[in-house]
């Protein structure tokens, strides 16, 4: 098991250590959990840009915006068709 020292503002810290004992979690459960859980929504945020996700989400926001546009556009007929009655 490898040690990792961190430095830690002393506000930052007390925080820490006082939200660790009201759950009545070890500070070292708790930084371990952190990290563990940094590392994998890192992971999985390089998962996602290596798939072209992003730019599939790209290619379809212009689209989108049109259709989205069109909506509002049908959307305020209908109103000013609903109020006329």
Known sequence: MTTVAL?????????????????????????TGLLRRYLEVEELRRRLTE??????????????????ESGLGDYQCDLTRADQR
């Open 7 to 31: 430095e830690l503002e002393d506000a930052l810290a007390s925080q820490f250590v006082r939200a660790c004992r009201a759950e009545g979690h070890g500070e070292r459960e708790v930084a």
């Open 51 to 68: 798939t072209g996700l992003t730019k599939l989400y790209e290619s379809l926001a212009a689209e989108d915006v049109m259709l989205a």
